[in-house]
């Protein structure tokens, strides 16, 4: 199978099973491949051995969050490139507070509590667009 006939690979790391699985079902139909981690421990070493084209980290989560890995994985030689999107329950004021410089890295972000599922798919494709 060529590039262009593969599926688009997404790595999805959010410890709420039940948003996951609704993102996962939502993102399967829409043609893209999802691997699923539950922290970001599991999601780190998951993110770096498949290296997806993209990467949609909760912020917030068990074991290590997702400022965490994404220290972590820009650290990586790849992982520095790979577009992240991040998803939180913080509001728009609370992330720019909270920004510290883990997280300088990722400008993307998706707030949980004002969101649909369109707008996340239309979100993950404009991101991808870019980075071709």
Known sequence: MDKKTEKIKLALVEDDKL??????EKL????FEVLCAYNGRQGLSMVLKERPD???LDVIMP????REMVQKLRE????????????????RVDILMKMDSRMFSVKDYIVKSDWKLEE???KI???LSQKS
Do not use: Q, Y
């Open 120 to 122: 996340v798919v239309e």
């Open 54 to 56: 993209l990467v949609l």
């Open 19 to 24: 948003l996951s699985r609704i993102l996962h």
């Open 76 to 91: 990586d030689e790849w992982g520095k490139t790979v577009p992240v999107i991040f998803l939180t329950n913080l509001d």
């Open 125 to 127: 494709r404009k991101k």
């Open 28 to 31: 399967s139909s829409e043609g």
């Open 63 to 66: 074991v290590m969050d997702g």
